[in-house]
């Protein structure tokens, strides 16, 4: 793959940037404070040991969870978590948009069971942005299309393989057209031989210049795809750096070293 293609803007403003994110669920602080920004275009890869906090973190960004303190800056806008402390109409509208903006694509791809794969990619566009049901049929057409599943649009998720599945979440995400891509370990309920159609999905997503933050296990696709890679160790960022820096660097620290070994023994799947 050619790196000097992507199209990865120098604009100065973030696509995204976090600050001081902080959340704690009764006593348990999970996340202590993490701060990073993504450049539009920018793919970030997080890793980290089961229990970090990576999902949590992709919940606090788009408030699926509320963050206890901090903030998060969607371009120029900015969500402070003490601003959704007590939930009104605005804080609410106001999180509607957050999420449109931000797509989310989970372990366990989540479709209507009882919807078709473009029913189910129908769906953002008619109820989140309004659009006829014509227009979204096209457009969900497309999107299947962009997935490599043209020939699979009037099937039932149940008849879908688990690769399948996954890629018409991908449309489904990609139809209310996000600005940020979130990816919760996208690959990981998948049987082996399905990893890769689901990769090679993300992998097109990231060098039309989309923004991703993707929680994985693929240590490979962080390493070849990624422009930055996260480290979470007990809920903080404990490196964050080019794939080379953080993967392959002197500076490994001794818990990035045994995470890192972990997948050399075959522990994780790597
Ligand atoms: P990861 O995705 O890195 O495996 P998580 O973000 O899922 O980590 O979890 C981090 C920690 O937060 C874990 O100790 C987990 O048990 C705890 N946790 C996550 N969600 C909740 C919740 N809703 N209530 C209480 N504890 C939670
Ligand atoms: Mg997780």
Not at 215 to 225: G, K, L, M, S
Request: include cysteine.
């Amino acid at each position: 793959m050619d790196f000097s293609m992507k199209a990865v803007s120098h604009s100065s403003q973030p696509a995204l940037a976090v600050t001081e994110i902080r959340k704690s669920f009764g006593t348990l602080e999970v996340l202590k404070g993490v701060s990073f920004a993504a450049a539009p275009g920018e793919v970030i890869s997080i890793i980290g040991a089961s229990g970090s906090g990576k999902s949590t973190l992709l919940r606090c960004l788009n408030f699926l969870e509320k963050p206890t303190s901090g903030k998060v800056s969607l371009g120029n806008d900015v969500f402070e978590a003490a601003d959704f402390a007590s939930p009104n109409t605005r804080s609410r509208t106001r999180l509607m948009g957050l999420r449109r903006r931000m797509g989310m694509v989970f372990q366990s791809f989540n479709l209507w069971p009882h919807r078709s794969a473009l029913e189910n990619v129908m769906e953002g566009p008619i109820h989140v942005l309004g659009r006829s049901k014509k227009e979204a049929e096209a457009r969900a057409l497309e999107l299947l299309a962009r997935v490599g599943l043209s020939h699979r649009a009037h099937v039932y998720p149940a008849a879908l393989s688990g690769g399948q599945q996954q890629r018409v979440a991908i449309a489904r995400m990609l139809a209310t057209e996000p600005e940020v891509l979130l990816f919760d370990e996208p690959t990981s309920a998948l049987d082996p031989e399905l990893v890769g159609e689901v990769l090679a999905v993300m992998k097109s997503l990231a060098q039309e210049g989309r923004t991703m933050l993707v929680v994985t296990h693929e240590i490979a696709f962080a390493r070849d795809v990624a422009d930055k890679v996260i480290f979470m160790n007990q809920g903080q960022i404990e490196k964050i750096g080019s794939p080379e820096e953080v993967l392959s660097g002197d500076a490994r620290s001794d818990s990035l070293r045994s995470f890192l070994a972990r997948f050399e023994r075959n522990e994780i799947r790597a």
